[in-house]
């Protein structure tokens, strides 16, 4: 995809979708665990069990949007 395909699809993505770095789009609703790291990005954990970092470029909508 392109960059103007990606931001289409992404806005088209249900609310519950939250892009949490460049490489990486998550449910928020599937979130089993957030802690903080040491460098200034957070680590988070998904009922899958997949493990992603939210990069500090990320972090502050993030919060926001999870109201933390």
Known sequence: LNRID???MFQQLS?????I???SIINI???KHIEAAFN??????LETGIKEVI????????KERLGI
């Open 6 to 8: 990606e931001i289409v």
């Open 15 to 19: 609310k519950d979708f939250i892009r």
């Open 21 to 23: 770095s460049k490489s």
């Open 29 to 31: 609703k599937k979130i």
């Open 40 to 45: 200034g990005t957070m680590k988070i954990e």
């Open 55 to 62: 990069t500090r470029n990320y972090r502050k909508k993030f």
